[in-house]
């Protein structure tokens, strides 16, 4: 098993680009996260989903958008990038619900200049 | 919001000292996991706690989950450099059909040789 893999590592982007950041995971697993990194401020929820074609808002969801056609999917796309979206990037799966183990991805650093 | 505070920020040791790192809050939680991040990495779950008083160990690393579920300890005996990361901790909200998980800000330790 791969786990969970995210394209590309790094990106870097213009002001008002966009681009979709890509998530795979070949567990099986229902539940499906974005998270965002930045220095010193630990891992904030951007958008989760508990199953496919179902998606939900996290505590930053704002600038981004996601959808989940497929349980092995979940991509995150960021429409007009602006300096404040500089961040790493991290995909995270789990089996079942809030508690158990979830699995990360490697991450994905995007600067926007 | 329920807010996760760890302390300390950072921690820099010898190799072959005892540490202590903690995890607050003013709510309860259902659990609590930790999860060490390398750099360039994702983070890895370390252990879930779920009982209040639970103790866990994992080889030189003991997690305490408190009485009340509102806080956790992570001890390491004789750190080692392999032990240099990124501590994080993550609450699953007690009760309800929240799936989000709630982070703290994390621990960042080096252990020097």
């Known amino acids: 098993n791969a786990g969970v893999t995210q394209t590309p590592k790094f990106r870097i982007l213009k002001i008002g680009q966009s681009m979709t950041l890509q998530c795979t995971q070949d567990?099986?697993?229902?539940?499906m996260y974005w998270y965002r990194q930045d220095p010193g401020m630990g891992l904030k929820l951007i958008y989760y989903?508990?199953?496919?074609?179902?998606?939900d808002k996290g505590e930053v969801p704002n600038g981004y958008n996601v959808s989940r056609s497929t349980t092995e999917d979940f991509p995150l796309r960021l429409e007009l990038a602006a300096p404040s979206q500089t961040s790493v990037y991290f995909c995270?799966?789990?089996?079942?619900?809030?508690?158990?183990?979830?699995?990360f991805g490697p991450g994905t650093r995007l600067t926007v200049l | 919001t329920q807010l996760l505070e760890q302390s300390p920020q950072f921690l820099s040791i010898q190799e072959g000292e005892n540490l202590t790192v903690y995890c607050n809050s003013s709510?309860?939680?259902?659990?609590l996991q930790w999860y060490r991040q390398e750099p360039g990495e994702g983070p890895v779950l370390l252990v879930t706690?779920?009982?209040?008083?639970e103790v866990k160990k994992l080889k030189r690393l003991t997690f305490q989950f408190g009485d009340a579920r509102k806080d956790s300890s992570l001890h390491i005996t004789a750190a080692q450099p392999g032990d240099t990361g990124l501590y994080l901790c993550a609450g699953a909200p007690s009760g309800g059909s929240n799936y989000k998980l709630t982070f703290g800000k994390g621990t960042l330790l080096t252990v020097n040789p």
């Open positions: 706690v779920v009982t209040g008083g």
């Open positions: 995270a799966s789990s089996y079942s619900r809030i508690g158990d183990t979830q699995y």
């Open positions: 709510s309860v939680f259902s659990s």
């Open positions: 567990m099986n697993h229902n539940y």
């Open positions: 989903s508990v199953g496919a074609g179902i998606t």
